[in-house]
């Protein structure tokens, strides 16, 4: 057996999904969350946190002590470093945005931030019954949801349609009417923290509140219900689990060889496209019909884990080669690569894999002049192996038919190159003066 040598693998950020817990002052919110954080943390995701002060002027760091003194003496940006932790302190000209801010915290299965009702994450709302602020809300966003007003609750037209209304002006208002207008006179910059289009859920104990939620057909959750609210930050939000699966057949006609043990770069291909997307994988798979000649990988990658899976139909063609992906993959996102697009983008696929979880669609395909891409795409593993045992029993053996049996989205050109400028990262090699021709151009771009 040949020895090969591994390199190292491409250092990766993934972005990190994020959702906001939102709500008046003394909601009960940082409670909430704390709760939420250690359940989530005890199921074993990665969790980080942002919290919107608000207010100028606060510090965390102590008088006296060395970085407080670095600070005072004039330095705008002062890191503190520790064996086990590292704190930065920096001043601002102005407060960044909350995208920002969770841009520079990758690779967490979550960010949950308190506060930045406006940022323009989905949210989640806060109500503490007891809350002088919350109960008025509560009741202003019942009112709302009884009259279908909409969930972009406006402060104005719930006063205008409430204080126009026939009963209002012909009748004596009722109770729930009259402490409504009140509030909308005595309170209004208060209550314009309501919630909004973006609110994905209720996290409350006032009755009222639930009321609405059920007329607006929004989730709601007992204030202290953590596991159901760590629950559903499962299901819909925190970083579902990712396989990379690299299709390698194994003998191609045309190569006149294997793909996967074709020299690139001195090495097999193989080799090169392992390290090239494991940075992303929670889960690394080959489907491959020589599972013996590339079991090489395992001592060469032994932290990886690689698992070597057989085809499960006997028949060739790329929706058998799917269906064998699909069903060994055993993570909720699939991502798929041809095992000869030497430029395939790590960088593409995780956007992919993001707008798959963040659109609640079964495919992000990217498509070009030439067509769809099946084979540098993520997938959602159930729905799309159900769609392709489907397809695979009426004969059937076409990527299309997949594609068109699922709700896909279709990545367009502009929005791959505005994650992956380069380019190139279709172009797969079926000849050896095909994939002479990409290895010149790779070492053109990358050797030293």
């Known amino acids: 057996m040949v020895a090969y040598t591994s390199h190292n693998t491409t250092c990766f950020d993934k972005e990190s999904p994020a959702i906001s817990f939102v709500g008046r002052h003394n909601s009960g919110k940082t409670t909430l969350i704390e709760q939420i954080v250690a359940k989530l943390v005890e199921c074993g995701y990665d969790i980080g946190t942002i919290k919107h002060h608000g207010h100028k002027g606060f510090d965390i760091d102590i008088p006296g002590k060395d970085s407080y003194r670095h600070m005072q003496a004039g ?9 086990d932790k590292m704190a930065r302190i920096t001043h601002l000209h102005q407060e960044p945005s909350c995208d920002q801010l969770v841009s520079t915290m990758p690779n967490h299965d979550l960010v949950i931030v308190e506060g930045f009702r406006k940022s323009g994450l989905e949210t989640i709302e806060v109500m503490r019954k007891g809350n002088t602020a919350d109960e008025e809300c509560a009741e202003l966003f019942y009112y709302g949801a009884q009259h279908a007003l909409s969930p972009e609750l406006d402060i104005t037209q719930i006063r205008r349609e409430l204080v126009q209304s026939e009963r209002f002006q012909n009748e004596a208002p009722s109770v729930q009417e009259t402490l409504l207008h009140q509030a909308l006179l005595n309170a209004q910059q208060q209550l314009e923290k309501m919630p909004q289009a973006s609110t994905v859920a209720l996290a409350t104990n006032i009755e009222q509140a639930h009321k609405a939620a059920e007329l607006y057909d929004i989730p709601s959750f007992d204030i202290n219900d953590y596991e159901g609210i760590v ?8 970083r579902p689990r990712l396989s990379v699966v690299i299709q390698a057949g194994g003998e191609s006609k045309r190569m006149k060889q294997s793909k996967a043990l074709v020299e690139f770069m001195g090495r097999p291909l193989l080799c090169h496209m392992i390290e090239r997307l494991a940075p992303i994988a929670d889960r690394l798979l080959i489907t491959t019909n020589e ?17 070597l899976l057989p085809d499960i139909y006997p028949m060739r063609g790329a929706l058998p080669g799917i269906a064998s992906a699909l069903s060994g993959a055993k993570t909720p996102l699939v991502a798929l690569v041809a095992c000869d697009m030497v430029f395939a983008s790590a960088h593409l696929l995780a956007h992919e894999a993001a707008l798959t979880h963040k659109l609640h669609v079964d495919a992000v395909v990217p498509v070009n002049k030439h067509g769809f891409e099946p084979f540098h795409a993520v997938y959602r593993r159930n729905e799309c192996l159900r769609a392709v045992t489907a397809a695979l029993k009426e004969g059937k053996h076409r990527a299309q038919e997949l594609i068109t049996r699922v709700n896909t989205y279709q990545l367009t050109p502009q929005e791959a190159r505005a994650i992956e400028p380069y380019g190139g990262y279709f172009m797969n090699a079926n000849t050896p003066e095909e994939l002479a021709q990409l290895e010149e151009r790779y070492r053109s771009l990358y050797d030293e």
Do not use: G, K, W
């Open 75 to 83: 330095s705008s940006d002062t890191i503190i470093v520790a064996p």
């Open 231 to 238: 629950e559903f930050l499962i299901r819909h939000y925190v």
């Open 291 to 307: 599972a013996e000649r590339l079991s090489f990988v395992h001592n060469l990658y032994p932290q990886m884990n690689i698992e």
